[in-house]
């Protein structure tokens, strides 16, 4: 593993500004927005999966879509490969596109019922296809540009120096008066060192036979039939659809595949299926996956890392086994706790967290789980907990303020058989 | 009459899709104990929404239609009843809660409409009031073909040995049976209590799409309460929620079993759903009931073949342990499907009789006492299969 992250994000954010009315417009009322990732630092490494667990309106789908510049982030840093991305626009975005593919959420809703299999696999070819042809035309002219523009800053600098220090020059002596003069001369001639312009091959317009065989040998990959290309996605059920979003996703060699809950519609045996097959990927041909689920049980399996979110802000970050083992922050211990277990001795036992996400509109100030957590101090409501490492959990870092004093509280305490509350209803 | 809340037997469903015909659900036979909650698993496509649906008569027919069986409740064949008196049983006596929250919700009425319909329902029927003097009581009204309908009285036809119906208007009938507004609404909160909505008062004013789907799925679970069934059946009612609001409705449901006296048939694909909250499991595959139980001894001790594969699915490791096991092939085309038992192609047991011989019926395994049957004919070597 190289020591230069695949993707790193810093502080990245993400706010989606509500509409005011007319009457909030007029008197003057700030804006208010949803932030949905507020304030994330998250890295990927070549070849590794980091799983993103958190619930629904955590924003961890955002967060994916934002590294796959499918959302433009409001504020923060993100580089892939060291390249900052959020520079990238236009159709050099759409060319460095086929480094990050997508795995959609929604299987039936991600695939275009009237395109057979081929023209939705092959369609990141062909897409490809054409921004490689932009690029072998364009690039050369971009370094022109930027090469001509580099120039005409470079001469008005010499210029504007060799004006500036007129005063100082009268004062020397003529034959060194003249030997400056020349050497700003022979400066303005010689210029900036001529670029090196690569000479990119036109690649040929792609054809439909070479789509089909691409098509044809991606499919075994991800497991399905090669005798599928002229199918349509309806006759195909959950699990083969969510094959055909991989495959589409792998088709162009990603460096990095995000996939936003790709099991989640699929059940157990269909979903111990395709998990096994993402693991054969990643061990075969070392891609990295960024898999967004709430699925513990999927991210153990495949993942590396695990993140784990909390409307909009990374609470907990680890090793699989050390978070999923021994998580520190009360919201990760939370979550493990409910994941209901195929053990039967475990039954009739109820869960202590209650309530529901609150509300994401401008968020107070201080730790977003101190309105739902049983540790829960004054200090929590107004500071945030920055993500820090503590003592006795190495490689994890944690943001809780309690986290050393609640480091030993397992899990399953957070589940009691102790019957509810008596409830005020009296309609039985 | 046992004391069950539904007993089905032997049922068969068909569905006739063009020129074919399959069967979805065949020869399934089950009970549900009156304030037991029983789990249904099985693979998608097995059939077990088919057979949940198929209980309060959901099913379009056609395409769908009952090949055989009896679904017997209250004393009633469901399955002899005529379409038009479904109504009548489906409130009171047999309630669903589907998967889909937000599509079952009505995004036009805010919630308070929503719940107090169920509510209003149920009252006209307790009261028996409504624009048609009856003549029959029964478990059941299917009365409202019996009796003189309410189009006589507006044709000003006399209706020989029975009372000149009554119209009122809909109002009139609120009144005697004490819907107006302010009334439903104190009912209306007392369920949205019940369900442990916080603040309802605000929440009564909302729509749907307002709601998260944690809250959505309570409201769905408040109106099928508030009709107060004898039988709730719950189609997948987690599997679109994520975990910790699932752990939230699943803690309800099961405080709720206790509290309001009620059975559920629980249809779900997750095993971890079922082992938390059923009492007794029944294991489905290919439209076939291959094992049931008590769900303990399911869990501990599987004694149908299917059954120990699809609890290894599960996957409760790390990448390095090893791969998922997994269970080999596909779900049968259940247009053709495979002669003998129908697991036999995939099932890691599988001997010669098995390609030939169907299934046998679902049998006692573990001497009389028990209630744990299987429907294989090794059951009592499926404990030592690797």
Known sequence: ?428 | MTDAAVSIEGLSIDYVVGAGRFRAVSDVSLEVPRGHVVGIVGETGCGKSTLAQAIPRLLPEPPATIGGGRIVFEGVDLVKVPLWKMPRIRGTGINMIFQEPLNSLNPAFRVFDQVAEAVHIRKVRESGAGNVVRTEPGPFDYSRRAGPKASDAWTGKIVPGGAVPEVVHRREIERRVGSRRDELRKEVLDYLRLVRINDPETILNLYPHELSGGMRQRIMIAMALSEKPSLLIADEPTSALDVTIQAQVLTLMKELIEEVHTSILFISHDLGVIAETADELGVMYAGRLVEFGPVAEIFESPRHPYTKVLLRAAPTRYKTDGPLLSIPGNVPNLNRPPPGCRFHPRCPIARPICKVEPAPPLAVVDGAGSTHKSACHFAAEVPQMA
């Open chain 1, 1 to 428: 593993m190289s020591a230069v992250p695949l993707v790193e994000a810093v502080d990245l954010e993400k706010l989606f500004p509500l509409t005011r009315s007319a009457t909030e417009v007029f008197s003057g009322k700030a804006r208010r927005s949803i932030h949905a990732v507020d304030g994330v630092t998250i890295s990927v490494m070549p070849g590794e999966t980091v799983g993103l667990i958190g619930e629904s309106g955590s924003g961890k789908t955002t967060l994916g879509w934002v590294i796959a510049r499918l959302h433009d982030s409001t504020a923060g840093s993100l580089r892939f490969e060291g390249q900052d991305l959020l520079q990238l626009k236009g159709e050099n975005l759409r060319h460095w596109r086929h480094n990050v593919q997508v795995v959609f959420q929604d299987p039936v809703g991600s695939l275009d019922p009237r395109l057979k299999v081929w023209q939705i696999v092959g369609e990141p070819l062909r897409a490809q296809n054409q921004s490689d042809r932009w690029f072998a035309v364009n690039e050369p002219k971009r370094i022109r540009r930027e090469y001509r523009i580099a120039s005409r800053k470079e001469r008005k600098r010499l210029t504007r120096e060799f004006r500036a220090g007129a005063t100082e020059r009268s004062k020397l002596p003529p034959a060194e008066q003249k030997r400056l003069e020349d050497e700003y001369r022979a400066a303005l001639q010689r210029g900036l060192p001529a670029p090196v312009i690569p000479r990119i091959p036109m690649p040929p317009r792609i054809r439909r036979a070479t789509v089909r065989q691409k098509v044809q040998e991606t499919l075994p990959t991800v497991g399905l039939p090669v005798d599928c290309l002229d199918q349509y996605p309806h006759e195909f059920s959950g699990g083969g659809r969510q094959r055909l979003s991989l495959a589409r996703a792998l088709i162009v060699n990603p460096k990095l595949v995000v996939l936003d809950e790709p099991t989640s519609a699929l059940d157990v045996a269909v979903q111990a299926q395709i998990l096994n097959r993402l693991v054969e990927l990643q061990r075969d041909r070392g891609f990295a996956f960024l898999l967004i689920t709430h699925n513990v049980a999927a991210v153990r399996y495949v993942a590396d890392r695990v993140a784990v979110m909390y409307m909009g802000r990374v609470v907990e970050v680890g090793s699989v086994r050390g978070v999923l083992e021994r998580p520190i922050h009360p919201y990760t211990k939370a979550l493990l706790a409910a994941v209901p277990v195929a053990d039967a001795r475990r039954r009739r036992t109820r869960f202590r967290i209650g309530g529901d996400i609150p509300s994401l509109v401008d968020p107070p100030p201080g730790c977003r789980f101190a309105a739902r957590c049983p540790f829960v101090i004054d200090r929590c409501k107004v500071e945030y907990p920055a993500l820090r490492e503590i003592a006795g959990a190495p490689g994890q870092q944690v943001g809780c303020h309690r986290a050393e004093e609640v480091i030993d509280i397992a899990p399953a305490t957070l589940l009691t058989t102790e019957p509810a509350a008596p409830p005020a209803a009296a309609a039985a």
